[in-house]
């Protein structure tokens, strides 16, 4: 099998899983309980909460514990609207945000808030001076991510972090859930107030995740019961998750050295190039684990299935969309036309995969696109 759809998810790790087997198996009390057992839980939760902070450069009361992506965003940018509206109800995003960011923006302005959909170039990107000029008195938030999940652009988050401490009121939200791993990026003292990651995405377990909240953050939170995670998420600590995301988390960064995407990435790209038909989409200096290209003509769901005949496993979109059959919102955004942006295809790499997996897969894409162009004759 050849698995190229880590944006999507990825496969756990069996230490991930051993880590979440045993905790769930020794360490079921509620942390919240104050006997013996429940104590033991409750300091397991926080080194784990410490391990994570360690790891990602913060500190750790910042680490805030979530089920992944989704609720991390949603819990950033909702949490920020409802606290804050008194002051000001304008957010500003762009045009290629994942659906969990997308979705979030377009639900408030149902409950009257306002929001600018900063547009962005071919390559996916927005320029910090345009962020700047659609900054207003009223703004309260600007939210983003780091790396695209679909055609893989980096955001130029560092710079715009810094534009925006101009702002002391407006609060910056980053989506990290691609990057993580994979593209650097650092959180304290940057300028960045909240940043989302997920589990799933690291070789970790679905349901787990992580919400960085600066000190200077307050957010309104959407779960409201025991006051768990200092008050932004009530409910039981999944402290099996929480303990078994950091176990990936550090299993990832100690891969992060390695070269190994890069050279991937060059060698697909390289030989998508010399293929007859085919329109790549992801940016030249994108993240190293996304490549996203079209086959004008054919249906993505064609070549998926052929490929899928022989075990090779890719997508389209990002799998939050993936079965709506209509274009990519993201290369509509980047200005491609309908007949490439309907029929985008995603590779997206692991710290696992090969150059031979690589070559595999291109001798298998330039069979299924030949034998499509035979039946049309």
Known sequence: MIYFDNSATTKPHPEVIDS???????????????????????????????????LIDVPKETVIFTSGGTEGNNTAIKGVALEHQSRGKHIITTTAEHPSIHD??????????????????????????????AVRKDTILVTMMQVNNEIGSIQPIEEIANVLQKYPKVLFHVDAVQGLGKVPLKLADTGIDL???????????KGTGLLYVNHTAKLYPLLHGGSQESGIRSGTENVAGAVSFVKALRLIKEKQQRNILKKLHDIL????????GIEINSPVDGAHHIVHFSVPGIKPEVIIHSLSQKEIYISTKS????????????LVACGKTNDIASSGLRISFSYENTEEEVAIFVKELKKAIQQFKEVLR
């Open 20 to 54: 979440f087997t045993k905790v769930s198996a020794h360490y079921f009390a509620n942390p919240s309980s104050i006997h013996p057992l429940g104590g033991q839980v409750e300091k397991l939760l926080e080194a784990a909460r410490q391990q994570a902070a360690d």
């Open 104 to 133: 979030t923006c377009e639900s408030l302005e149902k409950l009257g808030f306002e929001i600018t959909y900063l547009p962005v170039t071919k390559d996916g990107t927005v320029s910090p001076p345009e962020v700047e000029k």
């Open 195 to 205: 940043c989302t990651f997920s589990g799933h995405k690291i070789h970790g377990l």
């Open 269 to 276: 790209m390289e030989e998508l190039y010399q293929i007859e």
């Open 319 to 330: 799998a939050c969309s993936s079965r709506d059959q209509a274009e990519s919102h993201v």
